[in-house]
C-alpha cells in the first residue's frame, strides 16, 4: 500500500504558466484535502472534497482550482501561477485524525 | 487572524528531559484536537488527539493536555528522544469534521 501519492515532488514555475498537481490514494477514504505549508503558518487547507463528485473551498482557495476525478484521485491546478503560490503543497486523505498526508510537492514560482 | 496559534517557534531539550509544547485557539466552536508530527521532506503524521469532553489523553511517552476555560492545550513527550526532533503542529476541528485548523508549528530539537 503507497498510502498518499503526490506527483510531482519538485516543480518550478514562471510567473503565469499553468500546471496541475496529482494526488492519488489507495486507502478507500471519502474525504481528501489539498494544502498549503509556508513558513510560520502552519498548513491551510485550499480546498477539500468530502466524497467523490463534491469539492468545497478552504481557507485559502483563491488562484486554485481541483477536480475530483474519481474516489481514488483528486487534483489541484494553478491557472496562472504567482510568486505568492510558492509554497510546499500537500494532499490527504481520509476525516479528523485519520487524515493521511503525501510526501508533499514544492512548487516555486519565479 | 491565525485561529490556534503555537507561539513557540523552536524549542531544543535534552535526552530524557520533558519537552512540553503549547497551543492556544481563539475559536469556541473547536471541539476535537490533534497534535501532527513532522519531519523533514516528508508529510505530516498524526500523534494523538483529545476531545473537548475530556482533559488529558495518554498514549506512551505522549500526553496531551486541554484547558478548556484558558483555550489552551499542551503536548508533553517524556523522556524525550533524539528521533523525537521534528516539527509538531497543533490542530483543531469543529463538530462539522471537515476541515482542520493548523497552528503555525514548534521545531523541536532533542540533543542527545
Known amino acids: 500500500n503507497a498510502g498518499v501519492t503526490q506527483t510531482p515532488k519538485f516543480q518550478v514555475l514562471k510567473t503565469g504558466q499553468s500546471m496541475t498537481l496529482q494526488c492519488a490514494q489507495d486507502m478507500n477514504h471519502n474525504s481528501m484535502y489539498w494544502y498549503r505549508q509556508d513558513p510560520g503558518m502552519g498548513l491551510r487547507l485550499i480546498y477539500y472534497?468530502?466524497?467523490?463528485?463534491?469539492?468545497d473551498k478552504g481557507e485559502v482557495p483563491n488562484g486554485y482550482n481541483v477536480s475530483r476525478l474519481n474516489k481514488r484521485e483528486f487534483s489541484l491546478r494553478l491557472e496562472s501561477a504567482a510568486p505568492s503560490q510558492t509554497s510546499v503543497y500537500f494532499c490527504?486523505?481520509?476525516?479528523?485524525?485519520?487524515?493521511?498526508f503525501g510526501p508533499g510537492t514544492r512548487l516555486t514560482v519565479l | 487572524d491565525q485561529q490556534v496559534k503555537q507561539n513557540s517557534p523552536s524549542l531544543s531539550v535534552q535526552e530524557g528531559r520533558i519537552s512540553i509544547l503549547n497551543c492556544d485557539y481563539t475559536?469556541?466552536?473547536?471541539?476535537?484536537f490533534l497534535w501532527y508530527k513532522k519531519y523533514p521532506a516528508e508529510g505530516p503524521t498524526f500523534l494523538i488527539s483529545i476531545s473537548s469532553i475530556k482533559d488529558k489523553n495518554e498514549d506512551g511517552r505522549f500526553t496531551v493536555f486541554l484547558n478548556k476555560s484558558a483555550k489552551h492545550l499542551s503536548l508533553h513527550i517524556v523522556p524525550s528522544q533524539p528521533g523525537d526532533s521534528a516539527v509538531y503542529f497543533c490542530a483543531a476541528s469543529d463538530n462539522a469534521g471537515n476541515m482542520l485548523t493548523f497552528g503555525g508549528g514548534t521545531r523541536l530539537m532533542v540533543k542527545p
Open positions: 472534497s468530502a466524497s467523490e463528485g463534491t469539492t
Open positions: 475559536n469556541s466552536m473547536f471541539d476535537y
Open positions: 490527504a486523505a481520509g476525516r479528523y485524525n485519520e487524515q493521511f
